[in-house]
T-cell receptor, first 109, second 115 residues
Framework: QKEVEQNSGPLSVPEGAIASLNCTYS??????FFWYRQYSGKSPELIMF????GDKEDGRFTAQLNKASQYVSLLIRDSQPSDSATYLC?????????FGQGTELSVKP | SAVISQKPSRDICQRGTSLTIQCQVD?????MFWYRQQPGQSLTLIAT?????????ESGFVIDKFPISRPNLTFSTLTVSNMSPEDSSIYLC????????????FGPGTRLTVT
């Protein structure tokens, strides 16, 4: 079983729609969770982090964490073509980040 | 905002040679890490660079192949030794800045091709 799992996609949404990206993790003791955006040929960019159960909003982005169910999600409202990228979920386990395989998001104009 | 730089940004090397990658940060950091991202793959942690002492390597990575130095708080090097084509990857440093918790920020990466 992979430690951090994401659907590889591609996930295709129309411009203006809500994109929903999901991630599950296996280590129940994990305490901090991160979403990175990676454009093709670029390095990962930290866009959200969440440490407590519930929702955390930052602009068009909302991270949701449910530790009991061991999942974390990222919602992108009013999706734009510029949001097209690979989104990486990362979980802090024992001080180290464990990354999922990433979900490729395509926002169609 | 803080800047993380890496040198070189890319290189093409012959098998059997070694390449040293530098990572420099313009702010104080508490931790520095080195990752590898193979083509089409996610990120894999190579090691944690410890200031003034030996790096802490992850399973599958050894010091003889990937020697790491961190002489001060804001600078680290990763050497890829005795390269083979399988070492062709993007190598990334990441840091946790002083005053933050666990958030890691990545440098621009070094794209290495071994022929």
């Amino acid at each position: 079983q992979k430690e951090v799992e994401q659907n590889s996609g591609p996930l295709s949404v129309p411009e203006g729609a809500i994109a929903s990206l999901n991630c599950t993790y296996s280590d129940r003791g994990s305490q901090s969770f991160f979403w990175y955006r990676q454009y093709s040929g670029k390095s990962p960019e930290l866009i959200m982090f969440i440490y407590s159960n519930g929702d955390k909003e930052d602009g068009r982005f909302t991270a949701q964490l449910n530790k009991a169910s061991q999942y974390v999600s990222l919602l992108i409202r009013d999706s734009q073509p510029s949001d097209s990228a690979t989104y990486l979920c990362a979980v802090n386990q024992g001080g180290k980040l464990i990354f999922g395989q990433g979900t490729e998001l395509s926002v169609k104009p | 905002s803080a800047v993380i730089s890496q040198k070189p940004s890319r290189d093409i090397c012959q098998r059997g040679t070694s390449l040293t990658i530098q990572c420099q940060v313009d702010s104080q950091v508490t931790m520095m890490f080195w990752y590898r991202q193979q083509p089409g793959q996610s990120l894999t942690l190579i090691a944690t660079a410890n200031q003034g002492s030996e790096a802490t390597y992850e399973s599958g990575f050894v010091i003889d192949k990937f020697p790491i130095s961190r002489p001060n708080l804001t600078f680290s090097t990763l050497t890829v030794s005795n390269m083979s084509p399988e070492d062709s990857s993007i190598y990334l440093c990441s840091v946790i800045f002083q005053g933050t918790a666990y958030e890691q920020y990545f440098g621009p990466g070094t794209r290495l091709t071994v022929t």
